[in-house]
Protein backbone atom coordinates (compact mmCIF):
# COMPACT_ATOMS: atom_id res chain seq x y z
CA UNK A 1 0.00 0.00 0.00
CA UNK A 2 1.34 2.74 -1.33
CA UNK A 3 1.12 6.43 0.90
CA UNK A 4 0.84 8.89 -1.63
CA UNK A 5 -1.46 6.53 -4.33
CA UNK A 6 -3.67 6.46 -1.65
CA UNK A 7 -3.73 10.39 -0.57
CA UNK A 8 -4.50 10.95 -4.84
CA UNK A 9 -7.31 8.21 -4.75
CA UNK A 10 -9.02 9.58 -1.95
CA UNK A 11 -8.48 13.24 -3.16
CA UNK A 12 -9.71 12.25 -6.48
CA UNK A 13 -12.91 11.19 -5.13
CA UNK A 14 -15.10 14.73 -4.47
CA UNK A 15 -16.52 14.76 -1.01
CA UNK A 16 -17.71 17.60 -0.26
CA UNK A 17 -19.63 18.49 2.92
CA UNK A 18 -22.85 16.94 1.83
CA UNK A 19 -21.95 14.68 -0.63
CA UNK A 20 -19.62 12.41 1.26
CA UNK A 21 -21.11 8.99 0.18
CA UNK A 22 -18.75 7.80 -2.56
CA UNK A 23 -15.29 8.87 -0.27
CA UNK A 24 -17.32 6.76 2.67
CA UNK A 25 -17.68 3.44 0.41
CA UNK A 26 -14.35 3.68 -1.01
CA UNK A 27 -12.89 3.84 2.74
CA UNK A 28 -15.39 1.03 3.94
CA UNK A 29 -14.22 -1.12 1.06
CA UNK A 30 -10.67 -0.45 1.37
CA UNK A 31 -10.27 -1.04 5.16
CA UNK A 32 -12.82 -4.59 4.84
CA UNK A 33 -10.05 -5.80 1.95
CA UNK A 34 -7.96 -4.91 4.79
CA UNK A 35 -9.56 -7.34 7.29
CA UNK A 36 -10.86 -4.71 9.45
CA UNK A 37 -14.38 -5.10 10.57
CA UNK A 38 -16.63 -2.23 9.11
CA UNK A 39 -19.34 -0.06 10.39
CA UNK A 40 -21.21 2.73 8.68
CA UNK A 41 -22.64 5.15 10.66
CA UNK A 42 -25.80 7.20 8.27
CA UNK A 43 -26.19 10.43 9.63
CA UNK A 44 -28.31 11.30 6.36
CA UNK A 45 -29.00 9.14 2.81
CA UNK A 46 -25.90 8.69 1.16
CA UNK A 47 -24.21 10.25 4.48
CA UNK A 48 -22.44 7.94 6.82
CA UNK A 49 -19.43 7.50 8.92
CA UNK A 50 -16.89 4.78 8.91
CA UNK A 51 -15.96 2.71 12.19
CA UNK A 52 -13.23 0.31 11.39
CA UNK A 53 -11.62 -1.81 14.35
CA UNK A 54 -10.21 -5.55 14.36
CA UNK A 55 -11.93 -8.07 16.61
CA UNK A 56 -10.66 -6.68 19.60
CA UNK A 57 -12.00 -3.42 21.40
CA UNK A 58 -10.28 -0.27 20.14
CA UNK A 59 -9.08 1.21 22.88
CA UNK A 60 -7.13 4.21 20.72
CA UNK A 61 -9.14 4.88 17.66
CA UNK A 62 -7.36 7.51 14.90
CA UNK A 63 -9.47 9.32 13.54
CA UNK A 64 -10.30 12.80 11.10
CA UNK A 65 -13.00 14.08 8.56
CA UNK A 66 -13.90 12.65 5.33
CA UNK A 67 -15.46 15.89 3.93
CA UNK A 68 -14.04 19.56 2.38
CA UNK A 69 -14.99 22.45 1.58
CA UNK A 70 -15.95 23.79 -1.92
CA UNK A 71 -15.03 23.69 -4.60
CA UNK A 72 -13.38 19.91 -5.55
CA UNK A 73 -9.61 20.00 -7.10
CA UNK A 74 -8.49 17.20 -8.37
CA UNK A 75 -5.50 15.88 -6.79
CA UNK A 76 -1.72 16.48 -8.34
CA UNK A 77 2.00 15.80 -7.49
CA UNK A 78 5.26 17.13 -7.49
CA UNK A 79 8.69 15.74 -6.20
CA UNK A 80 7.51 17.76 -2.52
CA UNK A 81 4.18 17.98 -2.71
CA UNK A 82 0.74 16.53 -2.98
CA UNK A 83 -1.99 18.94 -3.99
CA UNK A 84 -5.92 19.39 -4.32
CA UNK A 85 -8.52 19.68 -2.38
CA UNK A 86 -8.33 17.62 1.01
CA UNK A 87 -4.70 17.02 0.44
CA UNK A 88 -4.02 18.50 3.89
CA UNK A 89 -7.55 18.92 5.59
CA UNK A 90 -7.99 15.88 5.61
CA UNK A 91 -7.56 13.41 3.24
CA UNK A 92 -3.65 12.95 3.56
CA UNK A 93 -4.13 12.25 7.19
CA UNK A 94 -6.31 9.63 6.77
CA UNK A 95 -3.91 7.74 4.59
CA UNK A 96 -1.25 8.50 7.56
CA UNK A 97 -3.77 6.98 10.12
CA UNK A 98 -4.56 4.16 8.03
CA UNK A 99 -1.09 3.41 7.00
CA UNK A 100 0.02 4.08 10.88
CA UNK A 101 -2.84 1.43 12.07
CA UNK A 102 -1.46 -0.87 9.70
CA UNK A 103 2.03 -0.91 10.87
CA UNK A 104 0.70 -1.07 14.65
CA UNK A 105 -1.58 -4.29 13.19
CA UNK A 106 2.04 -5.93 12.16
CA UNK A 107 3.51 -5.38 15.62
CA UNK A 108 0.28 -7.63 16.81
CA UNK A 109 -1.01 -4.19 18.44
CA UNK A 110 -4.66 -4.87 17.38
CA UNK A 111 -6.78 -2.44 19.67
CA UNK A 112 -6.40 0.13 17.11
CA UNK A 113 -9.63 1.38 15.53
CA UNK A 114 -10.09 3.83 12.64
CA UNK A 115 -13.38 6.69 12.95
CA UNK A 116 -13.64 8.77 9.99
CA UNK A 117 -16.75 11.38 9.85
CA UNK A 118 -18.89 13.10 7.87
CA UNK A 119 -20.03 17.22 8.47
CA UNK A 120 -16.73 18.32 10.34
CA UNK A 121 -16.82 21.24 8.32
CA UNK A 122 -20.18 22.60 8.59
CA UNK A 123 -21.41 21.52 11.89
CA UNK A 124 -20.09 18.12 12.61
CA UNK A 125 -23.01 16.31 13.05
CA UNK A 126 -21.01 12.97 11.53
CA UNK A 127 -19.15 13.49 15.23
CA UNK A 128 -22.22 14.06 17.37
CA UNK A 129 -23.65 11.22 15.76
CA UNK A 130 -20.58 8.86 16.38
CA UNK A 131 -20.43 10.14 20.27
CA UNK A 132 -23.34 7.98 21.00
CA UNK A 133 -21.55 4.66 19.58
CA UNK A 134 -21.25 2.01 21.69
CA UNK A 135 -17.89 1.56 20.96
CA UNK A 136 -17.07 5.07 22.55
CA UNK A 137 -16.91 3.46 26.16
CA UNK A 138 -13.88 1.13 25.33
CA UNK A 139 -12.04 3.83 24.13
CA UNK A 140 -9.25 5.48 26.00
CA UNK A 141 -7.08 7.88 23.80
CA UNK A 142 -8.81 9.42 20.56
CA UNK A 143 -5.91 10.35 17.71
CA UNK A 144 -7.71 13.30 15.73
CA UNK A 145 -6.12 14.50 12.86
CA UNK A 146 -5.85 17.89 11.40
CA UNK A 147 -3.42 19.76 10.08
CA UNK A 148 -0.61 20.93 13.06
CA UNK A 149 2.50 20.54 10.87
CA UNK A 150 2.93 17.22 12.88
CA UNK A 151 3.20 18.95 16.18
CA UNK A 152 0.94 17.87 18.73
CA UNK A 153 -1.36 20.11 20.02
CA UNK A 154 -1.83 21.53 23.26
CA UNK A 155 -5.10 22.73 22.96
CA UNK A 156 -7.70 24.58 20.49
CA UNK A 157 -9.69 27.74 20.50
CA UNK A 158 -13.80 27.35 20.70
CA UNK A 159 -15.78 28.15 18.34
CA UNK A 160 -19.38 29.67 17.81
CA UNK A 161 -21.18 30.21 14.43
CA UNK A 162 -24.03 32.85 14.50
CA UNK A 163 -26.90 33.60 11.65
CA UNK A 164 -28.12 37.47 11.79
CA UNK A 165 -31.15 38.77 10.21
CA UNK A 166 -33.29 41.99 10.09
CA UNK A 167 -36.57 42.84 8.87
CA UNK A 168 -37.33 45.87 6.87
CA UNK A 169 -40.29 47.13 4.45
CA UNK A 170 -39.85 47.52 0.99
CA UNK A 171 -40.20 50.47 -1.15
CA UNK A 172 -39.31 51.73 -4.79
CA UNK A 173 -35.72 53.48 -4.13
CA UNK A 174 -36.48 56.91 -5.62
CA UNK A 175 -38.75 57.01 -2.52
CA UNK A 176 -36.75 55.65 0.40
CA UNK A 177 -39.12 57.33 2.84
CA UNK A 178 -41.76 55.29 1.66
CA UNK A 179 -39.60 52.19 2.84
CA UNK A 180 -37.10 50.77 5.56
CA UNK A 181 -34.21 48.85 4.13
CA UNK A 182 -32.80 45.99 6.23
CA UNK A 183 -29.53 46.20 4.39
CA UNK A 184 -29.09 49.46 6.31
CA UNK A 185 -30.35 48.05 9.75
CA UNK A 186 -27.72 44.76 9.55
CA UNK A 187 -24.91 46.85 8.26
CA UNK A 188 -25.45 49.21 11.83
CA UNK A 189 -25.31 45.73 13.44
CA UNK A 190 -22.67 44.56 11.71
CA UNK A 191 -20.36 47.76 12.18
CA UNK A 192 -20.33 47.58 15.70
CA UNK A 193 -19.80 43.79 15.52
CA UNK A 194 -16.47 44.64 14.11
CA UNK A 195 -15.81 47.71 16.75
CA UNK A 196 -16.41 44.73 19.60
CA UNK A 197 -13.49 44.79 21.96
CA UNK A 198 -13.13 40.79 22.00
CA UNK A 199 -11.49 39.03 24.99
CA UNK A 200 -7.72 38.12 25.49
CA UNK A 201 -6.92 34.46 27.21
CA UNK A 202 -3.07 34.10 28.68
CA UNK A 203 -3.11 30.86 26.88
CA UNK A 204 -5.46 30.48 23.36
CA UNK A 205 -4.30 33.92 22.64
CA UNK A 206 -6.98 36.19 20.72
CA UNK A 207 -11.01 35.92 20.10
CA UNK A 208 -11.51 36.98 16.88
CA UNK A 209 -14.91 37.20 14.60
CA UNK A 210 -15.02 36.80 11.04
CA UNK A 211 -18.27 37.83 9.19
CA UNK A 212 -18.28 35.19 6.29
CA UNK A 213 -21.41 35.62 4.56
CA UNK A 214 -23.54 39.02 3.94
CA UNK A 215 -27.02 38.60 1.70
CA UNK A 216 -30.01 40.39 1.23
CA UNK A 217 -32.37 42.77 -1.22
CA UNK A 218 -33.61 41.68 -4.68
CA UNK A 219 -32.70 44.87 -6.81
CA UNK A 220 -30.69 48.59 -7.06
CA UNK A 221 -33.66 50.13 -7.37
CA UNK A 222 -35.56 48.13 -4.30
CA UNK A 223 -35.77 49.34 -0.97
CA UNK A 224 -34.56 45.66 0.85
CA UNK A 225 -36.88 43.94 3.45
CA UNK A 226 -34.95 41.29 4.36
CA UNK A 227 -30.76 40.73 4.90
CA UNK A 228 -29.17 38.23 6.84
CA UNK A 229 -25.47 37.64 7.88
CA UNK A 230 -23.25 34.39 8.82
CA UNK A 231 -20.35 35.08 10.93
CA UNK A 232 -17.69 33.00 13.12
CA UNK A 233 -15.88 33.70 16.33
CA UNK A 234 -12.61 31.74 17.00
CA UNK A 235 -13.20 31.67 21.39
CA UNK A 236 -10.66 32.04 23.57
CA UNK A 237 -13.13 32.39 26.73
CA UNK A 238 -16.14 30.12 27.29
CA UNK A 239 -18.94 30.13 24.85
CA UNK A 240 -22.03 31.98 27.84
CA UNK A 241 -19.27 35.16 28.06
CA UNK A 242 -19.14 35.60 24.85
CA UNK A 243 -22.97 35.09 23.70
CA UNK A 244 -23.15 37.72 26.38
CA UNK A 245 -20.81 39.89 24.95
CA UNK A 246 -22.54 39.35 21.29
CA UNK A 247 -26.22 39.78 22.50
CA UNK A 248 -25.13 43.13 24.44
CA UNK A 249 -23.40 44.43 20.93
CA UNK A 250 -26.61 43.34 19.04
CA UNK A 251 -29.07 44.89 21.75
CA UNK A 252 -32.14 43.36 19.84
CA UNK A 253 -31.49 44.89 16.60
CA UNK A 254 -31.64 42.00 14.96
CA UNK A 255 -32.81 38.08 15.51
CA UNK A 256 -30.43 36.21 16.52
CA UNK A 257 -29.53 32.01 15.65
CA UNK A 258 -26.85 30.21 16.94
CA UNK A 259 -25.91 27.32 15.09
CA UNK A 260 -22.98 25.85 16.94
CA UNK A 261 -20.75 26.75 19.67
CA UNK A 262 -18.52 25.02 22.16
CA UNK A 263 -15.82 26.09 24.50
CA UNK A 264 -11.88 25.82 24.10
CA UNK A 265 -10.36 22.94 24.46
CA UNK A 266 -7.48 21.85 26.06
CA UNK A 267 -5.71 18.47 24.97
CA UNK A 268 -4.26 15.03 26.25
CA UNK A 269 -0.25 15.67 25.63
CA UNK A 270 2.61 13.48 26.02
CA UNK A 271 6.73 14.57 26.54
CA UNK A 272 8.46 13.75 23.31
CA UNK A 273 6.79 15.34 20.88
CA UNK A 274 6.92 18.98 19.54
CA UNK A 275 3.41 21.33 20.37
CA UNK A 276 1.75 23.77 19.40
CA UNK A 277 -1.54 25.85 19.86
CA UNK A 278 -4.08 26.21 17.15
CA UNK A 279 -6.24 28.60 16.61
CA UNK A 280 -8.89 26.56 14.92
CA UNK A 281 -11.81 23.88 15.81
CA UNK A 282 -11.92 20.06 14.80
CA UNK A 283 -14.82 17.37 15.74
CA UNK A 284 -12.92 16.76 19.62
CA UNK A 285 -15.74 18.68 21.22
CA UNK A 286 -18.35 16.46 19.49
CA UNK A 287 -16.24 13.61 20.40
CA UNK A 288 -16.39 13.65 24.48
CA UNK A 289 -16.84 9.84 25.07
CA UNK A 290 -14.20 8.54 23.03
CA UNK A 291 -11.54 9.01 25.73
CA UNK A 292 -8.43 11.12 26.32
CA UNK A 293 -8.37 14.00 22.85
CA UNK A 294 -4.75 14.40 21.36
CA UNK A 295 -4.25 16.49 18.19
CA UNK A 296 -1.66 15.56 15.61
CA UNK A 297 -1.67 15.75 11.57
CA UNK A 298 0.10 16.66 8.50
CA UNK A 299 0.15 19.62 6.45
CA UNK A 300 -0.24 23.33 7.31
CA UNK A 301 -3.51 24.86 8.04
CA UNK A 302 -2.54 27.66 6.49
CA UNK A 303 -2.83 26.03 3.05
CA UNK A 304 -6.14 23.86 3.70
CA UNK A 305 -9.50 25.70 2.46
CA UNK A 306 -7.37 27.57 -0.38
CA UNK A 307 -7.29 26.70 -4.00
CA UNK A 308 -3.44 25.87 -3.40
CA UNK A 309 -4.22 23.50 -1.04
CA UNK A 310 -0.74 20.91 -0.94
CA UNK A 311 0.81 18.64 1.72
CA UNK A 312 4.08 17.85 1.92
CA UNK A 313 5.39 13.91 1.20
CA UNK A 314 7.62 14.48 4.13
CA UNK A 315 5.38 15.36 6.60
CA UNK A 316 3.03 12.36 5.22
CA UNK A 317 5.79 9.97 5.80
CA UNK A 318 6.95 11.55 8.88
CA UNK A 319 2.97 11.22 10.16
CA UNK A 320 3.07 7.96 9.97
CA UNK A 321 5.68 7.24 12.26
CA UNK A 322 4.15 9.85 14.91
CA UNK A 323 0.74 8.13 14.89
CA UNK A 324 2.61 4.76 15.47
CA UNK A 325 5.00 6.28 18.15
CA UNK A 326 1.84 8.26 19.78
CA UNK A 327 -0.47 5.34 19.80
CA UNK A 328 2.89 2.73 20.98
CA UNK A 329 3.40 5.38 24.24
CA UNK A 330 -0.58 5.33 24.69
CA UNK A 331 -0.79 1.52 24.75
CA UNK A 332 1.67 1.03 27.78
CA UNK A 333 -0.16 3.65 29.74
Not at 42 to 67: G, L, M, Q, W, Y
Not at 111 to 118: I, Q, R, S
Not at 136 to 147: T, V, Y
Not at 167 to 194: F, T
Amino acid sequence: MNLFELTRQLIDIPSISGEEGAAGDFLASFLSHLGYRIETLPVSEKRFNVFAKRNEPATIVFATHIDTVPPFIPAREDDDYIYGRGSCDAKGIIAAQILAAEKLSAQEFNEVGLLFTVDEEMASAGAQLANKHTAAKDCRFLINGEPTDNKLAQGSKGSMRLHLSTKGRSAHSAYPEAGVSAIEKLLDVLDDIRRCQWPNDEFFGETTCNIGVVSGGTRPNVIPAEATADFQIRLTKEVEEIKSLVDGVVGGRATMEYSTAHDPMRFFTIPGFEECIVRFTTDIPYLTNWGKPLLLGPGSILDAHTDHERVSKQELREAVDLYVRLAEQLLKK
